[in-house]
């Protein structure tokens, strides 16, 4: 069965740092682009990241640029997200997603696969 599982949600004051993991199960990760994006309550999903198969290029939405960063581990078969200065406005469900291109194009319908979001609140 291919899915991703993230991980590494939580509680965390203003001015903190969270490091979401993405893992891939039945399938390699390092063959697809992937993105993450998040939801809060009552606004639409916003992709803020991605990182490319092909060479690794990384892309950030301008909301998480510069405080934000994607990375891949192939080895582990894991992508990740460190995410530093968080601010309330961060507070969302954040999910990853693999896209079979291997290049980063937008966050638009080419995403096959999606994990179950992790929670993610920032409040003091």
């Known amino acids: 069965q291919l899915q991703l599982v993230e991980s590494g949600g939580g509680l965390v004051q203003p001015g903190g740092s969270l490091r979401l993991s993405c893992a891939a199960s039945?399938?390699?990760?390092?063959?697809?682009?992937i993105g993450w994006f998040r939801q809060a309550p009552g606004k639409e999903r916003e992709g803020i990241s991605c990182i490319s198969s092909r060479d690794g290029n990384t892309y950030y939405a301008d909301s998480v640029k510069g405080r934000f960063t994607v990375s891949r581990d192939n080895a582990k078969n894991t992508v990740y997200l460190q995410m530093n200065s968080l601010r309330p406005e961060d507070t969302a469900v954040y999910y990853c997603?693999?896209?079979?291109?291997?290049?980063?194009?937008?966050?638009?319908?080419?995403?096959?696969?999606w994990g179950q979001g992790a929670q993610v609140t920032v409040s003091s």
């Open positions: 997603a693999a896209d079979p291109h291997i290049s980063c194009s937008g966050y638009g319908s080419t995403f096959d696969y």
């Open positions: 039945g399938f390699t990760l390092d063959a697809y682009s």
